[in-house]
């Protein structure tokens, strides 16, 4: 399993997000550095991200909201979600970033 993995779920119809893609990227100076990247399975789901262990630093994951929304007939206000966040702890093994998604909010928490 991937040391980053998400959720994504579609709050306005209370189903799994599936076929998101998202990208995992890294802060590297004053840029990013691609780490990996995944579409969300029928559950909602990345569990293949990227590697089973990452350095302590700045992180980011781009979900592609716009294509996805567009797939179902949908607009949406946010082409993208970016959730940036740290990694402070070299041994905690696993970091979950869920989503929930609508044409028109989101949240993310850290999840466990």
């Known amino acids: 399993m991937s040391a980053v993995t998400t959720h994504v779920l579609d709050a306005a119809t209370g189903t799994p997000a599936a076929g998101v893609a998202v990208v995992l990227e890294r ?39 716009a294509a996805w929304f567009a797939a179902s007939g949908r607009e949406t206000f946010y082409p993208s979600v970016v959730v940036v966040f740290a990694i402070t702890d070299p041994d905690r093994a696993h970091h979950h970033v869920p989503l929930l998604l609508s044409p028109f909010a989101y949240t993310t928490y850290r999840g466990s």
């Open 27 to 65: 802060a590297v100076g004053n840029g990013w550095d691609r780490v990996g990247t995944a579409a969300t399975d029928a559950d909602g789901r990345c569990g293949d991200l990227g590697p089973t262990a990452l350095a302590v630093g700045t992180y980011r994951l781009d979900f592609a909201t």
